[in-house]
């Protein structure tokens, strides 16, 4: 699986962390994101009886449709992004995906060594990159020094989405 082109359904953010019109559309365009998201998010947002038109025509729209014009448009009058917070959301909502369907990956911490070059290094999932040294000492076998990493992982996921 390309870590770059996830296409993480909207059914799995919801929940999770609260996304607006600027989360969309960094989701959207490093292809981390369905799609289909923004026109689900919209007609959620329509049925909470919005007037604005914007919305009501992007909710309108079929899932193959490209939703990007009206996304923009909704995240322009969120203000400029703070790009890190972003990126931080994307990060553990990337992070939560991968540790959820672990098992569909040969070798999910490779995937996490993916994501840690794909979001410039973060020190805070270094705990967890597998080729990163460690404090900690060594448990003496691979399976046991991967079990912590895994460990060390969850607990990220735990702090990451707190009031997000």
């Given at each position: 699986?390309?870590?770059?082109?996830?296409?993480?359904?909207?059914?799995?953010?919801?929940?999770?962390?609260?996304?607006?019109?600027?989360?969309?559309?960094?989701?959207?365009?490093?292809?981390?994101?369905?799609?289909?998201?923004?026109?689900?998010?919209?007609?959620?947002?329509?049925?909470?009886?919005?007037?604005?038109?914007?919305?009501?025509?992007?909710?309108?729209?079929?899932?193959?449709?490209?939703?990007?014009?009206?996304?923009?448009?909704?995240?322009?009058?969120?203000?400029?992004?703070?790009?890190?917070?972003v990126?931080?959301?994307?990060?553990c909502?990337?992070?939560?995906?991968?540790?959820?369907?672990?098992?569909?990956?040969?070798?999910?911490?490779?995937?996490?060594?993916?994501?840690?070059?794909?979001?410039?290094?973060?020190?805070?999932?270094?705990?967890?990159?597998?080729?990163?040294?460690?404090?900690?000492?060594?448990?003496?076998?691979?399976e046991?020094?991967?079990?912590?990493?895994?460990?060390?992982?969850?607990?990220?996921?735990?702090?990451?989405?707190?009031?997000?």
């Open positions: 699986m390309d870590i770059v082109r996830l296409r993480i359904p909207y059914a799995f953010i919801r929940g999770r962390v609260r996304m607006d019109w600027r989360d969309i559309a960094f989701g959207l365009k490093e292809e981390l994101l369905d799609p289909a998201a923004p026109t689900q998010l919209a007609a959620e947002l329509v049925n909470e009886d919005s007037s604005d038109s914007t919305l009501i025509e992007l909710a309108g729209l079929s899932g193959s449709e490209d939703a990007r014009a009206y996304v923009d448009e909704l995240a322009t009058r969120e203000g400029e992004p703070a790009l890190a917070e990126r931080a959301k994307w990060l909502v990337v992070l939560t995906w991968i540790f959820e369907h672990r098992d569909e990956y040969a070798d999910p911490l490779g995937a996490v060594q993916e994501v840690y070059a794909d979001f410039d290094y973060p020190e805070r999932i270094a705990s967890f990159v597998r080729y990163m040294p460690s404090d900690a000492p060594d448990l003496g076998t691979r046991l020094n991967e079990k912590r990493l895994y460990a060390n992982w969850e607990r990220y996921l735990q702090e990451c989405c707190k009031g997000r």
